[in-house]
């Protein structure tokens, strides 16, 4: 994978804050810090898109039915135990 240079612009509060996960020993150095966080966005934005899809799904599905929660526990303990 090829890596391509970036020059970004952070306060001194997150500049701060960047050094001091990497003296905690967390990263090793900025580069390191902020691909993480890219990564982990890119996690979450994947996981918040599984979920939206899904809400699709249950919005086109059809109309709501009544759900009773005592026959489904009494189902669910028919059938497995």
Do not use: C
């Amino acid at each position: 994978m090829g890596t391509v240079r970036k020059t970004i612009t952070v306060t001194d509060q997150q500049d701060n804050w960047i050094k001091a996960q990497i003296e905690a020993g967390h990263y090793t150095n900025d580069s390191e810090y902020i691909r993480d966080l890219i990564r982990r966005e890119q996690e979450r934005s994947a996981e918040l898109e599984t979920i939206r899809a899904a809400l699709r799904e249950g919005e086109s599905s059809g109309k709501p039915r009544p759900f009773d929660p005592a026959a489904f526990k009494q189902r669910m303990l028919t059938s497995h135990g």
